[in-house]
């Protein structure tokens, strides 16, 4: 059925719970995984950091890291469940986007992601990844709530 799987992360419990599910999922059906964990160094920045001229690169190495780390936990359960899987971290203040070029990047044929299902006015202000990827997209996409 799906051959390759993207399956993105932000580290959260629920994106690592997704990441599980995308796993079996894979090793039931015979696919390969690539794990995806974009980091959004624009967003975190403090207006004070960016306008007073501060030194963020501490900040912004510690968000590139816990990318790195957020792929290598993919990586490892991947590894234990026999599961093919390549792993990438981005750079991008827009997660759908990257998430979208990397399928087509690595030749994904679905999606399968997480959905923190914000509400409100955090949807408002953050809009959803998953939303913005389901109506973006042209592959299928699995959201694991």
């Given amino acids: ?21 995308a796993i079996e999922f894979a090793k039931d059906n015979g696919s390969a995984i690539v794990g995806l964990s974009v980091a959004e160094i ?4 403090p207006i004070s950091l960016i306008s007073g001229g501060g030194d963020f690169t501490l900040l912004a190495d510690s968000i590139r890291q816990q990318a790195r780390d957020n792929v ?3 990586k490892n359960l991947a590894e234990k469940a026999g599961v093919p899987c390549e792993v990438h ?3 991008s203040g827009n997660p759908s986007d990257e998430i979208l070029t990397a ?6 044929d679905s999606i399968f992601m997480a959905s923190h299902g914000r509400t409100g006015l955090d ?11 389901l109506v973006y997209s ?3 996409v699995i959201v694991f709530r």
């Fill in 138 to 140: 042209k592959i299928p």
């Fill in 42 to 45: 624009s967003r975190y920045f």
């Fill in 1 to 21: 059925m799906f051959k390759k799987m993207l399956v993105p992360t932000d580290g959260s419990d629920l994106s690592n719970r997704a990441a599980r599910a």
């Fill in 89 to 91: 971290t981005t750079e």
């Fill in 103 to 108: 399928a087509q990047t690595y030749g994904c």
């Fill in 123 to 133: 949807k408002l202000l953050l809009g959803s990844q998953a939303q913005k990827v």
């Fill in 72 to 74: 290598e936990i993919i």
